[in-house]
């Protein structure tokens, strides 16, 4: 509060606003040295990097000219409000005098930071079964989405944990008991609400926190004009509305989803009456009380509802010699809940063109339950192959019959408190020092029940560590009766953490070549308290380094690296065990990482194209190994276990059609650890091969007709083994993942066009289209059923296979 009061008493109500951009030529290059002169008298020009900021009076009508050796010059007027900021970025030409306005293309200025930049509009054309962010980024190498129904990513052999989110430098949280996609409802990040959206796979700048694998880095606009903007579809609707106030001062945007996968899951092999309900309200806002002090605040509500009642299912595998089907019929149902909420206060003060500094404060709330008892029959049998037999595709002989009984009445409640301090200093045009400081306090409360009951042919079986003598039939068991999985936990934690940062960038130039160089560190502390847990604090540091060097070559060629030590302190479900049980020893997970890149800019056809290759290594120590089920991840919370992860990334994208952006991806991935010095297996993660593709294109006699194409093609990773088994024993990999996206849309009102249609002056944007997802129909695994044969008791893997071909019809617009 101090500090507040410290920033507003320093208020300047200076009369004044302020555009800024960055200046291009056709090609999308930056333009250096373009002259930019106000009828005012105010002037600036732009930097190597084409960008430009210029401070002119408000409320008044003011012509700015925009002039560079080579290129027609652009003349364009403003009148702006008092406070407000403007994006503006004109597109220079040669041969003719003509304004453009395009979207800033940030990917010159990200890429000595290793920053991959994905265009809002691509993000919000391509939407595929989970739309959102990571719809796009599972086509980018490194990225792995096996499961559509989930927003859930995996990078570079990590897991779901060890990703950073943020939106407007505010880190935002998921839900925690989610197990299955089938679960997860919307992706935090709404799309409407969007204006750039930076990806770092790995070796990413102290400024971002302690996980160990990836940052997204999301910014909300700042609305310049009223708005609203509406999707509907056979899978939910959203709607957002941005506005501004006369002066200026206000400015706010806003967004609801609603979400009904239905579609999608009828079409599971498991059939029942299910109610796959998720909305979400979320806000930005921004009040600017002047020039220097502008105060913002991001809020989200979100509610995700599953109810479930399976009645039946029947999977068919085996060979075309041998088929084997598993039919199951269930009793019971599922009861699923996740309610959080969000809010965010970020103060910005502006004491001068230099120096800028910021107070965040946050705050997460989520009450999460998982409550189900299902009562599962099955038989395992033979199938009925006789083409016009009545009884084609059913079991007729049974190698395994038994049942299952599953109940868990789980429910937590998390709440999490952020207040941070974030400054950045300009020492001049080449040079910025950025700091941090960051407290945070974690109170979770968790209530873990489940067991699972299993009879095979009339037994009960027993658990796979159960130690006591059987010697049946010889001699009576007399031991208990015990659930196969039975697991009862309790536990309040309470996690408090300092956190703080400090960095150094600069440009320069050595010889004719341009350089950039990053340093910094990061210090993390944090103790772990709570009922019947001993207290524990742990402290770590992470130096962490970037230089990228551009040649100056007649190729347009970059080259960079980055590394540093990099700690994931343990976060709560990092902390309990397989038994639910919180073990608060648990050490920071450790990685040394060291990625060397490469980006050759070029033109084909005479449009550009960029190749960006990566290659990485990894090294892991005081590893905390753990299962995933689904997109559920079990913790042994120890750190038992060494690890490494190498690989090499590439991707190619550009103009393969002209006037559209389209990418191919590639990826290789080995990872392995050893666990309690057994040797080395691989990670659950090891995902050996990806290959990406993102295509656009449109018809040429009728370019308002638009398709995307979204392939993903990975090679299937480690996984299917039951939850209980020993990974040394089980390094059984799933099927590949196969999965082709098409979506075909009509732009009825083009924004770049006039009509006289009354109708269609009424919108700003107008577009009808249909999707296929999963076109090609194919049969992708998520995880397996263990079958145990009555006669052999051998264990059958069954495949629980994800979404089949669906169709689906959308209408979108903007007012």
């Known amino acids: 509060m101090v500090l507040l009061c410290l920033l507003l008493s320093g208020l300047s109500f200076s009369q004044s606003a302020k555009i800024r951009g960055v200046i291009l030529n056709e090609s999308n290059n930056p333009i250096e040295n373009v002259n930019i002169k106000a009828s005012t008298g105010e002037g600036t020009a732009s930097n190597e990097n084409g960008f430009y900021e210029l401070r002119i009076p408000s409320d008044t009508e003011v012509t700015i000219e925009f002039t560079h050796i080579g290129h027609m010059r652009v003349v364009v007027k403003f009148n702006l409000k008092n406070g407000q900021e403007l994006e503006y970025n004109p597109v220079m030409l040669v041969e003719v005098e003509q304004i453009a306005t395009v979207v800033i293309n940030s990917n010159t200025r990200q890429s000595v930071e290793g920053v991959t930049s994905i265009s809002p509009q691509m993000i919000r054309t391509i939407k595929g079964a989970q739309p959102g962010v990571e719809n796009i980024l599972k086509t980018l190498p490194g990225v792995n989405i096996s499961n559509e129904l989930s927003t859930q990513y995996s990078v570079r052999g990590g897991n779901f944990d060890e990703n950073l989110v943020y939106v407007n430098e505010i880190e935002v949280y998921r839900p925690f008991l989610i197990r299955s996609g089938n679960q997860e409802g919307l992706s935090f990040v709404n799309t409407d609400l969007v204006q750039n959206v930076d990806f770092s ?133 599922e009861e699923d809940e996740y309610t959080t909420y969000f809010g965010a206060f970020k103060a910005n003060y ?85 700091w941090s400081v960051k407290y945070t306090h974690e109170d979770i409360r968790d209530r873990l029940v489940e067991y699972e009951i299993i009879d095979s042919a009339g037994f009960s079986i027993r658990p796979p560590n159960f130690s006591l003598p059987n010697e049946q039939p010889y001699e009576p068991f007399e031991g208990p009766l015990t659930a196969f999985q039975n697991i009862r936990a309790l536990n309040k934690v309470k996690i408090d953490r300092f956190q703080a940062f400090a960095q150094y960038s600069k440009r320069t130039e050595w010889g004719n070549n ?193 398709m995307y194409l979204n392939l993903v093609y990975n090679t299937g990773v480690p996984g299917g083994s039951p939850s209980y088994a020993d990974p040394y024993d089980f390094q059984i990999r799933l099927r590949d993942y196969r999965r082709a996206d098409l979506g075909i849309s009509l732009e009825l009102v083009n924004p770049n066009k006039t009509y006289k249609s009354k109708w269609k002056k009424a919108f700003e944007e107008l577009s009808i289209g249909f999707e296929i997802y999963n076109m090609f129909n194919n049969q992708n695994t998520i995880t397996n059923t263990w079958v145990r044969d009555v006669y052999t008791q051998r264990q059958f893997a069954i495949p629980n296979f994800l979404t089949p071909r669906v169709f689906n019809v959308r209408l979108s617009a903007k007012f």
């Open 201 to 333: 796979a790995g070796g990413f700048q102290a400024k971002f926190g302690d996980k160990l694998s990836s940052v997204l880095d999301i910014t909300y606009r700042n609305p310049v004009s009223f708005g609203i903007r509406t999707d509907l579809s056979l899978l939910g609707g959203s709607i957002a509305a941005e506005t501004v106030s006369k002066n200026g001062k206000f400015s706010g945007i806003a967004g609801v989803r609603y979400r009904d996968n239905s579609l999608i899951l009828n079409n599971l092999e498991t059939e029942g009456n299910v109610e796959p309900v998720f909305a979400d309200a979320q806000t930005y806002l921004t009040y600017r009380f002047s020039d220097k002090f502008h105060l913002n605040f991001l809020g989200n509500i979100s509610l995700n509802q599953y109810n479930f009642q399976p009645e039946n299912r029947q999977t068919n595998f085996g060979t075309l010699q041998e088929p084997v089907a598993l039919l199951v019929f269930y009793e019971g149902n």
């Open 350 to 434: 502006f004491v001068n063109d230099n120096l800028t500094l910021k107070v965040i404060g946050s705050a997460y709330h989520t009450t999460e339950q998982e409550y189900f008892d299902i009562f599962a029959q099955y038989r395992l049998g033979e199938v009925n192959t006789n083409i016009g037999d009545e009884n084609l595709g059913e079991v007729e002989f049974s190698e395994g019959i038994g049942s299952q009984l599953l109940h868990a009445r789980n429910d937590l409640d998390a709440l999490i408190v952020n207040a941070e301090h974030r400054g950045d200093y300009k020492i001049d045009k080449e040079s910025t020092v950025e």
């Open 514 to 706: 341009e350089v950039f160089y990053n340093i910094g560190v990061r210090a993390h502390n944090w103790t772990i308290s709570g009922e019947t847990i001993e207290s524990n604090t742990q402290t770590v540091f992470s130096p962490r380094a970037q230089f990228a060097i551009k040649p100056d070559w007649d190729k347009d060629m970059l080259f960079r690296v980055a590394g540093g030590l990099y700690y994931q302190p343990p976060f709560y479900r990092e902390l309990r065990d397989s038994s639910g049980v919180v073990q608060p020893n648990v050490k920071a997970q450790k990685s040394f990482h060291i990625v060397l890149g490469n980006e050759y800019s070029f033109e084909i056809w005479d449009r550009p194209f960029k190749l960006v290759t990566e290659a990485y290594y990894k090294g892991l120590t005081d590893v905390n190994p753990y299962t995933i089920e689904n997109v559920r991840i079990r913790y042994r919370a120890r750190n038992n276990a060494e690890a490494y992860a190498y690989g090499l990334d590439m991707r190619l994208n550009g103009e393969f059609v002209p006037g559209t952006e389209s990418w191919f991806s590639f990826g290789y991935l080995k990872t392995e650890e050893n666990i309690d010095n057994r040797g080395y297996i691989s990670r659950p993660t090891d995902q050996r091969l990806k290959f990406g593709a993102l295509f656009q294109d449109y018809v040429p006699n009728m370019p308002d007709l638009k």
